[in-house]
């Protein structure tokens, strides 16, 4: 079994930061991609940026150049740096990441989420 932890939402004005940070524990052999997705109210889930285990990462238009993904040095660790925020950029966020466990395959795993809320 794996889980993933995300931490670090909340209430921010506009045009501040915040740090998203999302740790994966278990059954994990290793990590490939992860990433971090948003979902709004009313709205389908969206990809908002990606990062493999070796490589730059991928980012969402709407977001580029003001947010940054990074894994951490033991790669079982994703953050989101989100700076210059807008009240768009409102929702709850997800990290997923895709694990190869130690016991079964490569599948694709969720966290539970945190909210982020801009105010303008």
């Known amino acids: 079994q794996v889980q993933l932890v995300e931490s670090g939402g909340g209430l921010v004005q506009a045009g501040g930061s915040l740090r998203l940070s999302c740790a994966a524990s278990g059954s994990i052999f290793s990590i490939n991609t992860m990433a971090w997705y948003r979902q709004a109210p009313g709205k389908q889930r969206e990809l908002v940026a990606a990062?493999?285990?070796?490589?730059?990462?991928y980012y969402a238009d709407s977001v580029r150049g003001r947010f940054t993904i990074s894994r951490g040095s033991a790669k079982n660790t994703v953050y989101l740096q989100m700076n210059s925020l807008k009240p768009e950029d409102t929702g709850v966020y997800y990290c997923?990441?895709?694990?190869?466990?130690?016991?079964?395959?490569?599948?694709?795993?969720w966290g539970q989420g945190t909210q982020v809320t801009v105010s303008s």
């Open positions: 997923k990441a895709n694990v190869r466990s130690s016991f079964s395959g490569t599948f694709d795993y």
């Open positions: 990062i493999p285990s070796v490589g730059s990462g």
